[in-house]
């Protein structure tokens, strides 16, 4: 019979090392011989983490799952295959419930069912299981930022905060080591008063409140009860082994004492342990399968105040903790390890010495988790700012931000975003180009760039970096919505459509992907296929402003004001900054006779962003259609001065010389459009999203 434990740990550390294909394989030979839920999860486990998702669902759907990591692991399958009901029915909807029963691991299940609940359009639901996974640990950044990008109204300054006074990171498990230490029970033969151990240690093996039902013996004879200790999932079913998947990674740092499968005498290494709980219990426990102790608050990982070098990456392992067989131990020592041993009251009286000693330097007051607490607020109020298009104020924020985080890549990231929202396009496509430069193979953001470059008109910038992103990933969506931005600029609609398929492809709930492709439909003329995608994009993402004021041009162009004018104030009340959106809206007022209001909608435009040429065109040709061609030459002089080769402008300037009585100049105006333009289908002023391919709404109307 195949020797159970030994082979869990084999399998954890393929699993830790990437070494994925020798870890399915041992997982299924122990899967075969011993048929359990604990081994389901652990071949489930390895066939997840390889991509095998469809194989780890069914292993798992035809189980009875009682254990909270394999129904997580379960759900997270099922969100992956689309099957949104069974992903909901294995975390459970009660979310006081999913808080018990998962325990520590409880925040990621929420967070797992907050997706669920978005993706099937019950967002006020989704938003209470964001806000709850934050009430249980205000680490949990995904959840802030998935509320802001709701519109949810949140407050930073109270979400990452310990609101807990008993939240300590560690130190609970670290009481609950000391106060059950004298439980431990061994299980070998060979041991006097029938006291036997399990060699390979695992933070399971201490007292637990739920027993296990499998057997955590060396060899298949000796089925004696194992005593456990608290699992870091109160409230959970213990497996032997703790898996990495899905759950809050302990600290890197010395371990206790690590018997390894190489050791020639298993038994040599129980004083070891024994002594090690009674001396050493200021150690943090290392995430190997195989130490001693239950598995710290994420935020002690994170923050700790132990000057530990290594990597906080879960299952990183440094090149210095190599595990070896131990030597066995002097006289000396042994002499020392006899004289160790006193009665029970000494035992007690050393060890809660030790908690006193231990208990002040892991506590919030003396940890980083504070620290990190506080700069969380900062970047929090920063990234709400942006959410809320309050781009100018967001700016600011991430300026204010430490010098370090303001040079890292996703900092800078939300920076040239808040200047992307702003029109200015220039300053944004600088700062991506930096990000480039330092970090080539990062492509978040990327998106936004290539729209600014289109916006800019820079084509052989955006080719290039079109043909980089390709290079880099070609299943990134990004990648293709940069080569259909691409092809857009030079005017090939096909292949444009194209790639903006395959983006939509292979993301299908991106809703910026839909956005786009419904911005190139509505340019070549497909009104129907344009609405859909703007449609969809919108249940996607109800604040996605892209896509509403998508298909109030399409009403637009459909001359449907009325319908028109209802989605760009829809638009508006995502994002009620932007210059282009109240030019939209002041063109559909004008075609439905309200000059008045268009003329003062036109106003707050051109004071919003007076550097955006577009809102001046259109007060020109609002004004001009209101009868007052002499308030409208203002504008278009200036319109000239910064745009000398737009023909529309000297169109319009022939149009409101000829209404003035000037003949010549309009002849003269006219002449010079002809030339820019000889066809009269192109190098129009720049529109909204689409900068080259501009129609005069009113005039047409």
């Not at 009481?175 to 059950?180: D, G």
């Not at 030790?354 to 892991?362: F, K, L, Q």
């Not at 620290?371 to 104020?393: M, P, Q, R, T, V």
């Not at 990648?479 to 259909?484: C, E, I, Q, V």
Request: charged share 20%; glycine share 4%.
């Amino acid at each position: 019979m195949i020797v159970q434990e030994p082979i869990q740990v084999i399998v954890w550390d393929c699993l830790n090392n990437y070494e994925y294909d020798n870890a399915i394989f041992l997982a299924e030979r122990l899967h075969a011989e011993v048929s359990s839920e604990e081994t389901a999860f652990l071949l489930g486990t390895c066939y997840y983490r390889s991509g095998r998702v469809n194989e780890a669902h069914n292993l798992l759907q035809n189980i009875l799952l009682t254990l909270p990591q394999a129904r997580f692991l379960l759900a997270k399958c099922s969100i992956d295959l689309k099957l949104y009901k069974d992903a909901e029915i294995a975390i459970g909807s009660n979310l006081d419930i999913v808080a018990s029963e998962f325990g520590e691991q409880a925040p990621f299940a929420l967070q797992v069912l907050a997706k669920i609940y978005n993706i099937t359009e019950r967002r006020s639901k989704a938003a209470d299981a964001h806000r709850k996974a934050l009430s249980l640990n205000p680490f949990m950044w995904k959840s802030f930022t998935q509320l802001c990008n709701m519109g949810e109204k949140i407050d930073p300054h109270h979400v990452f905060q310990i609101n807990n006074t008993e939240f300590s990171f560690g130190v609970t498990s670290l009481m609950n080591l000391v106060s059950n230490s004298e439980n431990i029970s061994f299980v070998n033969t060979n041991i006097p008063n029938n006291t036997s151990m399990n060699s390979n240690v695992t933070p399971n093996n201490i007292i637990s409140r739920t027993p296990m039902t499998m057997s955590t013996s060396i060899t298949p004879e000796t089925q004696a009860p194992v005593k456990r200790m608290h699992s870091v999932f109160s409230g959970m079913a213990p497996i032997p082994f703790s898996p990495s998947f899905g759950m809050l990674p302990m600290e890197e740092s010395p371990v206790l004492y690590t018997p390894t499968l190489t050791d020639s005498n298993e038994q040599k290494a129980i004083p070891k342990i024994v002594n090690s709980l009674k001396a050493q219990m200021s150690a943090v426990f290392s995430p190997a399968p195989r130490c001693l102790g239950p598995a710290p608050r994420r935020s002690s990982r994170l923050f700790s105040n132990n000057n530990s070098s290594y990597s906080v990456k879960e299952n990183n392992k440094s090149p210095s903790r190599k595990f070896v067989a131990p030597k066995s131990p002097s006289r000396k020592n042994k002499q020392r390890s006899a004289k160790n041993i006193k009665p029970n009251s000494v035992e007690t009286n050393e060890r809660n010495k030790s908690i006193e000693a231990v208990t002040p330097t892991i506590t919030p007051k003396n940890s980083n988790g504070i620290a990190l607490l506080h700069l969380l607020k900062e970047l929090g109020d920063a990234y709400k700012a942006l959410s809320f298009l309050e781009c100018k104020n967001a700016i600011k924020l991430f300026q204010d931000v430490p010098s370090r985080q303001l040079a890292s890549p996703w900092v800078q990231t939300m920076i040239a975003r808040a200047h992307y929202e702003l029109a200015q396009y220039e300053a944004a496509a600088k700062i991506f180009s930096d990000i480039r430069k330092q970090f080539p193979s990062r492509t978040e953001g990327m998106d936004i760039y290539s729209t600014c470059l289109w916006h800019l008109q820079k084509e052989a910038q955006l080719s290039s970096l079109a043909q980089e992103l390709v290079e880099l990933n070609r299943t990134d969506p990004i990648a293709w919505l940069a080569s259909g931005n691409c092809f857009s600029l030079h005017k090939e609609r096909e292949t444009a459509l194209k790639f903006f398929k395959r983006a939509v492809q292979i993301e299908p709930d991106m809703a910026y992907a839909h956005a786009l492709l419904g911005h190139e439909y509505a340019v070549a003329e497909e009104s129907d296929k344009a609405l859909a995608s703007f449609r969809t994009a919108v249940n996607i993402d109800p604040r996605n402003y892209v896509a509403w004021f998508g298909i109030a041009t399409v009403y637009a162009r459909q001359e449907r004001w009325k319908a028109s004018e209802v989605h760009i104030r829809r638009a508006l009340t995502i994002h009620p900054h932007s210059g282009v959106l109240r030019c939209q809206l002041g063109l559909a007022q004008a075609a439905l006779g309200k000059m008045d209001r268009a003329l003062a909608t036109l106003e707050r435009a051109v004071a919003l962003d007076t550097e955006n040429p577009l809102c001046r065109f259109h007060r020109a040709s609002v004004l001009l259609r209101a009868g007052r061609p002499q308030d409208a030459l203002a504008d278009l002089h200036h319109l000239k001065d910064i745009a000398p080769r737009e023909s529309l402008v000297y169109y319009l300037l022939g149009k409101v010389h000829n209404k003035l009585g000037n003949t010549h100049l309009a002849l003269m105006h006219f002449s010079w459009a002809t030339d820019l333009d000889p066809k009269g289908t192109g190098g129009h002023i720049k529109e909204g999203f689409d900068p080259s391919k501009q129609e005069d709404l009113p005039e047409r109307s």
